[in-house]
């Protein structure tokens, strides 16, 4: 197995391009969302990031593992101070991000499709996961944190046996070797930026609903530990919820929350 070292320096140098708070890089960290959370709390600045090469405790949703091996993929962590503008939209942040990944995606030839609500598919497999937590001030939000993981090598997909759904990568994806980690990350951020200054616009809601996965197909709906809902999947609601129509034609709108999509065997 070929390890591809990521490089200080030229992660700094390259991300120095673009106007972000303060940037911490680390080998090897448990969650860079953990770190990300600890600094926002004591007052990080407005984009700052947390970038690792490894994650040895990597979290998906309600602590699901999310395996960062070292050398194989990105590891982020991005804090969000939102703007009084923002603040309606902050249901949407989510979407900002995978949307973000999913056109970086597409900037390589790929053709990435986001199934709801936190994860990106190349060729139906999931390459990239997206753990937006919250830093609170009583009961307003403070920050937020935007966790994504994307894997770039071939390293970076877990056994099979350890996952709920396919795994994949870009370099699988790809018929070339994938640009370098730091050129990835720097597009990611950079759409990023860009779409959050069109965080309430109905643009942003369009082009994530353009990338939705399944659409007009049918779908099961896993909510928590209830029976799923069944239904054909329509689309975004404007604050970035899924419209899905039941058996009955009566539409079903899921809200975010520990739901996951499979399609309808
Ligand atoms: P889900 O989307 O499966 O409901 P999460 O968004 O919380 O769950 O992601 C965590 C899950 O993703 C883990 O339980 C594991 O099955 C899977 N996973 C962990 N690491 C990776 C990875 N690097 N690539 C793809 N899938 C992963």
């Given at each position: 197995m070929v390890l591809i070292?990521?490089?200080?320096?030229?992660?700094?140098?390259?991300?120095?391009?673009?106007?972000?708070?303060?940037v911490?890089?680390?080998?090897?960290?448990?969650?860079?969302n953990d770190e990300a959370l600890a600094w926002a709390a004591r007052g990080a600045r407005d984009l700052s990031i947390v970038v690792a090469d490894e994650q040895t405790h990597g979290r998906g949703r309600l602590d699901r593992k999310?395996?960062?091996?070292?050398?194989?993929?990105?590891?982020?962590?991005?804090?969000?101070?939102?703007?009084?503008e923002q603040r309606p939209h902050l249901s949407r942040t989510v979407g900002l991000a995978?949307?973000?990944?999913?056109?970086?995606?597409?900037?390589?030839?790929?053709?990435?499709?986001?199934?709801?609500?936190?994860?990106?598919?190349?060729?139906?497999?999931?390459?990239?996961?997206?753990?937006?937590?919250?830093v609170w001030s009583?009961?307003?939000v403070d920050s937020?944190?935007?966790?994504?993981?994307i894997n770039i090598y071939k390293a970076s997909v877990p056994p099979v046996e350890?996952?709920?759904?396919?795994?994949?990568?870009?370099?699988?994806?790809?018929?070339?070797?994938?640009?370098a980690r730091e050129e990835i990350l720097f597009n990611v951020l950079?759409?990023?930026?860009?779409?959050?200054?069109?965080?309430?616009?109905?643009?942003?809601?369009n082009s994530w609903n353009e990338l939705l996965a399944f659409r007009g197909e049918q779908v099961q709906a896993y909510v928590g530990g209830e029976s799923p809902i069944n239904g054909e999947l329509l689309g975004l609601e404007s604050d970035g919820s899924l419209r899905l129509h039941d058996a009955q034609g009566k539409p079903v709108i899921i809200h975010f929350g520990d739901v996951s999509l499979r399609l309808r065997a």
């Open positions: 070292y990521m490089n200080e320096q030229s992660l700094k140098k390259t991300l120095s391009k673009l106007n972000l708070g303060s911490r890089y680390f080998d090897s960290i448990g969650s860079t999310w395996f960062t091996p070292k050398g194989s993929g990105l590891a982020v962590s991005l804090i969000l101070r939102p703007s009084a995978a949307l973000s990944i999913a056109e970086s995606c597409s900037k390589l030839g790929l053709a990435p499709r986001i199934k709801w609500p936190n994860d990106i598919l190349l060729n139906g497999k999931k390459t990239a996961g997206v753990l937006i937590e919250t009583g009961e307003d937020l944190v935007i966790g994504m993981g350890l996952l709920q759904f396919p795994a994949t990568s870009l370099e699988d994806s790809l018929e070339k070797d994938p640009p950079k759409l990023l930026i860009q779409w959050r200054e069109r965080m309430g616009t109905n643009e942003l809601i």
